[in-house]
């Protein structure tokens, strides 16, 4: 409910078909003007009248009206943005979890290979290191074959 007790999705379809007069919305002014005005003019002839001041409330109302529609359109979106953005969060902290998950599964597998790997090289003494070394080079001269064959 907005505070003149209307809900929000009528408050642009008032009846304004008070603000009529003899068919019309405007009324003329005086003559050689040129122009038209809203307001009504009264007994003197000026248009200053009650009707004026009523109009001009009207006129007021009918653009916080839009206003109003404007603002609801942006908070709506600011809301699918922010919804949006939660969604995201949540999808990222699930896959670093899983992330977290496999780089501790990895480290584990990579523990005990260096644990096999350094008991190995103590039961052979210096054997290992050739082998490594040999291991090394053999990669190396591989990749650069490969690099130079692209």
């Known amino acids: 409910m907005s505070r ?8 642009s379809y008032r009846d304004r078909s008070s603000q009529y007069s003899n068919g019309t919305l405007y009324s003329n002014t005086p003559s050689g003007s040129g122009r038209t005005s809203p307001l009504l003019p009264t007994s003197n002839g000026n248009g200053n009248g009650a009707y004026g001041a009523h109009r001009f409330a009207e006129d007021l109302e009918g653009q916080n009206d839009e206003r109003l529609e404007g603002l609801t359109a942006k908070v709506k979106l600011l809301k699918d943005i922010t919804i949006g953005i939660g969604n995201e969060v949540r999808d990222s902290t699930v896959q670093l979890s899983q992330m977290n998950d496999a780089f501790a599964e990895t480290s584990g597998i990579l523990g005990g290979t260096f644990r096999r790997m350094n008991a190995m090289a103590t039961r052979q003494g210096g054997r290992w290191a050739c082998y490594m070394i040999f291991l090394v080079l053999v990669s190396w001269f591989f990749i650069v074959v490969w690099w130079f064959r692209r």
């Open 4 to 11: 003149l007790g209307v809900p929000p999705s009528t408050l």
